[in-house]
C-alpha cells in the first residue's frame, strides 16, 4: 500500500512563507511525476506546481516567481516552498504522486489528504 501524507500548512500573514512537504511510502518501485494542486471552497482543483524525476518544475501562472517546488528522491518527499503569500493562496493543498507501486505493474496516481493553508491579516 502506498500512502502521501502532506504537511506543514497553517496561517500565516499576507507577505509570509511556509513550506510543505509531502512524503511518499510504501513498497514504491519509482516515482514519476510530483506535483502540488489547492483547491479553495467552491471553486476547482487547481494545479499549482509539478516536478519531473529529473527535478524540472513547472508553476500556475498565479504562483510563478513566489513559489518553488523541489524533491528529494531519497526521501520520496516532495516540497513546496511558498514565499510573498497573498490571500487568494487561501485553499487546501494537495500532493499528487505518478508512481510504479511494487504490486502493481504500471504507473498509477496517488493523492494525500490535504493540508490548510490560509493567508490572513
Known amino acids: 500500500q502506498v500512502q502521501l501524507v502532506e504537511s506543514g500548512g497553517g496561517l500565516v500573514q499576507p507577505g509570509g512563507s511556509l513550506r510543505l512537504s509531502c512524503a511518499a511510502s510504501?513498497?514504491?518501485?519509482?516515482?514519476?511525476?510530483m506535483a502540488w494542486y489547492r483547491q479553495a471552497p467552491g471553486k476547482q482543483r487547481e494545479l499549482v506546481a509539478v516536478?519531473?524525476?529529473?527535478?524540472?518544475?513547472n508553476y500556475a501562472d498565479s504562483v510563478k516567481g513566489r513559489f518553488t517546488i523541489s524533491r528529494d528522491n531519497a526521501k520520496n518527499t516532495v516540497y513546496l516552498q511558498m514565499n510573498s503569500l497573498k490571500p487568494e493562496d487561501t485553499a487546501v493543498y494537495y500532493c499528487?504522486?505518478?508512481?510504479?507501486?511494487?504490486?502493481?505493474?504500471?504507473?498509477?496516481?496517488?493523492w494525500g489528504q490535504g493540508t490548510q493553508v490560509t493567508v490572513s491579516s
Open positions: 499528487n504522486a505518478n508512481l510504479r507501486p511494487a504490486y502493481f505493474g504500471e504507473n498509477k496516481q496517488y
Open positions: 510504501g513498497s514504491i518501485v519509482t516515482i514519476n511525476t
Open positions: 516536478i519531473t524525476s529529473g527535478g524540472y518544475g
